[in-house]
């Protein structure tokens, strides 16, 4: 996938839980996590915002876009 979460980057900056996290925004466990782990397929804008609030930053120090590196190989 070449949107890259760096969810666990910012709750270690701020010093914050999953848990803590999780029960200030409003998102169950389990959907954080797989936010969390680069597992979700979607994001709601209103979803975003409360973890920006909550973490004091930009949606840019959450998500961040990488080019998907092409395999060895591939259509050489």
Known sequence: MAIIVNLDVMLAKRK??????????????ANLSI?????????????????CKTLNCQPGDILEYREDEKLIGEGD
């Open 35 to 51: 936010l969390k782990n680069g597992k979700a397929k979607a994001i709601r804008f209103s979803t975003l915002d409360a973890i």
């Open 16 to 29: 914050m839980s999953v848990t803590e996290l999780s029960e200030k925004v409003g998102i169950t466990m």
